[in-house]
């Protein structure tokens, strides 16, 4: 995988080079391209963010840090089509209290990899795609261990756990005047898991709304209303459905830089790798920001 990256990379490099005129080719390549052609779902848990959401039902926040950025954009201009490919990075850490300013966290869930994401114009509409490459890993931390009695929290050590994988998600995106609709459904396999009870084939779906007009701008940036539903079907072995509905305003363009509020429910599989086989159910309050 990494030697077909690696080609790829030498093959497109020289045709990033050259200048280029929208009469002189049909094609054009440009390194470093501004956004991306197909930005984080909203509700999806496994989205490389910078943001955090505090359970409104208990004390623990989940913190997220990371990005996904476009290293690469193919635009067929007269087909209407582009072809990015990037890399992503990011993690997630479970914190379940603090003592003075420090932080104690239970569990961290770290991604890497990257991506292949198109975009396809049509006469009122565009076609969105994804394929992600990624390695999950995920480990119990200090923030689990009760130092006084030297034991894990529960009596619960730490497991070997990760998924490397590949998904696959296919969007359409509707514009109209006052905001936007994008809705979509993925289909992820994992060729390594650990342990042996995760279920190597995973489904997922939603949908996005955006209202626009109803806040108008805020210090000359575009503000809206958003709505976000993600659905994802996975097996710890037996298939279950996690659900979540985020609710939230984004200040600043909705495909581009800003920051977003929210509130959201969610019930469905732990969000961390190491309490894979728990359910959880909680309501939360959050922020995230948009660098792309």
């Known amino acids: 995988m990494i030697r077909l990256r690696f080609l790829v990379v030498l093959l497109i490099l020289p045709l990033a080079g050259r200048s280029q005129t929208p009469d002189d080719s049909d094609v054009r390549v440009k390194l470093f391209p501004a956004?991306?052609?197909?930005?984080?779902?909203?509700?999806?848990?496994?989205?490389s963010r910078v943001?955090?959401?505090k359970f409104?039902?208990?004390?623990?926040?989940v913190l997220d840090v990371g990005?996904?950025?476009?290293?690469?954009?193919?635009?067929?201009?007269?087909?209407g089509l582009n072809v990015a490919m990037g890399v992503d990075f990011f993690g997630k850490g479970f914190v379940?209290?603090?003592?003075g300013l420090r932080l104690q966290v239970d569990a961290l869930d770290g991604f890497l990899g990257g991506h292949l994401s198109f975009s396809k114009s049509l006469s009122d509409s565009r076609l969105l795609g994804r394929l992600r490459i990624l390695h999950q890993s995920?480990?119990?931390?200090?923030?689990?261990y009760n130092v006084s009695q030297g034991s894990w929290i529960d009596n619960r050590g730490?497991?070997?756990?990760?998924?490397d994988f590949g998904e696959l998600t296919v969007g359409h995106l509707l514009p109209y005047p006052s905001g936007g609709l994008r809705y979509y459904a993925g289909v992820a396999y994992a060729v390594l898991v650990r342990p042996d009870d995760l279920g190597r084939l995973s489904y997922l779906g939603g949908a996005e709304v955006t209202l626009e007009s109803l806040l108008g701008p805020f210090m000359d940036q575009p503000s809206q209303l958003y709505c976000a539903y993600h659905i994802s079907l996975t097996g710890t072995p037996v298939y279950a459905a996690s659900n979540q509905i985020q609710l939230g305003i984004k200040l600043?363009?909705?495909?581009?830089?800003?920051?977003?509020?929210?509130?959201?429910?969610y019930e469905g599989r732990q969000l961390f790798g190491e309490f894979f086989d728990q359910r959880l159910t909680a309501v939360g309050a959050g922020c995230m920001v948009d660098f792309f």
Request: hydrophobic share 40%.
């Open 35 to 47: 956004g991306l052609q197909f930005t984080p779902l909203k509700a999806n848990s496994q989205e």
């Open 51 to 53: 943001g955090i959401m």
């Open 56 to 61: 409104l039902n208990a004390g623990e926040l």
């Open 67 to 79: 990005n996904t950025s476009d290293l690469f954009l193919i635009s067929l201009p007269r087909a």
């Open 96 to 99: 379940t209290g603090s003592q």
């Open 138 to 144: 995920a480990h119990l931390v200090d923030g689990n």
């Open 158 to 163: 730490p497991i070997p756990f990760t998924r």
């Open 252 to 265: 600043g363009e909705w495909s581009g830089r800003g920051t977003d509020f929210y509130l959201a429910f």
